[in-house]
């Protein structure tokens, strides 16, 4: 069983939501962060959304701010990620990624140890 096991994506017109799941049943019981990350074509991985374990807060990057929600369901032991208004700029593939230890800032890839194997998104116009 894949410790981070996506679902969810797909194709969407500008405007439209998504949402994405990460099941965490197989992941590390002990993780300090939760995070998403997305890599667009040509483009580098980089930082969407983040649930730190620590102090309970959820982090965005300014592109996605006010417009991504990222939390964590205990019922099902799944971190979500819901988006709206979505853009041709939000395509690309989308990773959770799961971190034992702090390892500088939430976006910072290093302290990552666990991933998803991701989950296409695609809007068009």
């Known amino acids: 069983q894949e410790p981070l096991a996506q679902s969810g994506g797909g194709s969407v017109q500008v405007g439209g939501s998504l949402r994405l799941d990460c099941a965490l049943s197989?992941?590390?019981?002990?993780?300090?962060?939760l995070a998403w990350f997305r890599q667009g074509s040509g483009k580098e991985r980089e930082g969407v959304a983040c649930?730190?374990?620590?102090?309970?807060?959820?982090y965005y990057a300014d592109s996605v701010k006010g417009r991504f929600t990222t939390d964590r369901e205990p019922a099902n032991n799944t971190l979500y990620l819901e988006m709206s208004d979505l853009s041709p700029a939000d395509t690309g593939i989308y990773y959770c990624?799961?971190?034992?230890?702090?390892?500088?800032?939430?976006?910072?890839?290093?302290?990552?140890?666990?991933w998803g194997k991701g989950a296409q998104v695609t809007v068009s116009s």
């Open positions: 197989a992941a590390p019981r002990y993780s300090v962060r």
């Open positions: 990624a799961l971190a034992m230890e702090y390892g500088g800032d939430w976006d910072a890839r290093r302290q990552y140890t666990y």
């Open positions: 649930l730190d374990r620590g102090d309970g807060r959820a």
